[in-house]
């Protein structure tokens, strides 16, 4: 029973479902699941072998093709996924008028954790960058304040623009 609560929990994280998933919800996630799935697994046969073909030729070409082709894949995916659970409104969250404001607050929390978050991560991964590119060692990276400028912007219009989206998810009854 443990495992399936847990798979349900990691179900609801994953395409972003809030409140009970019913038997319904579970019906339509499977489906889109499974035609993505399906997608996916065609693409990785087919760009695995033009990208076999291409490292013969140009080597720098078949990476470039399958990083750009990936990324391409990927954000289409989650566009679809997007689409799919908007017109089937399974990521609304509908509620009371009392618990409105409850409930919006508690997104503005997770938005402001989740700029924290991001902010922090970019802040690390472009002083990462910075150091493997030879721009200069990782402490005189981690302690620019060009770094710390584009981390802040980076991290507050991550939050913004999730918080954005928490609220376009939720409806009044």
């Known amino acids: 029973m443990k495992s399936k609560s847990l ?11 809030d409140g009970i998933l019913d038997e319904y919800k579970k019906e339509q996630i499977n489906k889109i699941g499974n035609l993505i799935f399906i997608f996916m697994w065609w693409y990785l046969i087919i760009s695995t072998f033009v990208a076999t073909l291409l490292v013969s030729i140009n ?77 200069g060692d990782f402490w005189s990276e981690i302690t620019s304040f060009n770094n710390f400028q584009i981390s802040l912007v980076e991290g507050l219009s991550f939050g913004i623009l999730m918080y954005l989206y928490f609220m376009f998810k939720l409806r009044k009854r």
Not at 7 to 17: R, T
């Open 7 to 17: 798979i349900d929990k990691v179900l609801k994280k994953f395409y972003g479902i």
């Open 59 to 135: 080597r720098n070409g078949a990476i470039l093709f399958l990083t750009i082709g990936n990324l391409i894949v990927v954000l289409l995916s989650i566009i679809i996924v997007t689409v799919f659970l908007r017109r089937k409104k399974l990521d609304l969250v509908e509620v009371e008028k009392k618990d409105y404001l409850k409930l919006k607050r508690k997104y503005l929390v997770k938005g402001i954790f989740l700029a924290g978050y991001f902010g922090v991560s970019m802040y690390i991964l472009n002083a990462l960058d910075g150091a493997f590119e030879g721009e």
